[in-house]
């Protein structure tokens, strides 16, 4: 099913699974911002009613919101790359990913968005890890595996990041025009870690700004060894693609 949307020039991506708890407040806290910004909400047909509360805010906003709702879960990368797709057949300038359980702050968006809309950047990360470790209610082994995630990346492909598998962004949509989709094969936080150095190898400009990053209090975490797995070999594959040009 998709609600289609006819809309403003910033989209913010929002992929959802099992978010009821939280994905009302995110809507509406979008809503109210300046700039009159649009949402696509990319479901995976969670089964806790997610959709349900989308589709009534979307009678709300008909003209901002649009849901496509995928039917089974495929997972975050794949979820992006299709509301990537969507904001460039749909004409957006700017293109925001945020998640949906109020781990990023949605009134932070306008400061995401302002470096990319005054040409002063073409990726933005919300980062966790400058000035200072704004992260809060993390268990201490948690932070310790994204800090050393961001300390590996760096080391093995020298992208000039801190907070490597951030998901709270701003990109323009040349960013992701340069960008052949189907190359891009991560689906956990290596797709981050993708998207920055497929872009930064390209030459675009990447900034961060630093945000404070809540742990959720409603809804299951989707973290699991198989995405550390797959970061841990991401990085790796990226390096060797860049040094035989295959990127
Ligand atoms: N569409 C879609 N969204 C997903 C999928 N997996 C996770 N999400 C959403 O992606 C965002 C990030 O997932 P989280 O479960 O919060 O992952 P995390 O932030 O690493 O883990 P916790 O916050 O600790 O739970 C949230 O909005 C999720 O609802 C998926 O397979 N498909
Ligand atoms: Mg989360």
Redesign the pocket.
Known sequence: MQIESSGSRTLVI??????AE?IRSVLLTVMGLPGELSVLV???G?PDG?REIVSETVKRFPDRICLIE?GK????G??YLEGFEYALRHGYDLVCE????L?HNPADLPRLIEPVAADRADLVIGSRYIEGVRIIN?PLS?LILSYSAGIYTRLITRLPIRDVTS?FKCIHRRVLEAIPFESVRS?G?SFQIEINYRAWKKGFRLLEVPIVFT??TE?????SKA?VHEAIFKVWELRLRSLFRML
Do not use: C, F, H
Not at 14 to 19: D, G, K, L, N, R
Not at 98 to 101: E, K, L, Q, S, V
């Open positions: 929002i992929p959802t699974y099992q978010e939280n990319v479901d995976d969670s997610t995928r879960k495929l997972g975050l794949t979820a945020m998640d949906a359980d781990s993390w948690r998901g689906n936080y742990e959720r809804g299951q975490s989707k973290m995405i």
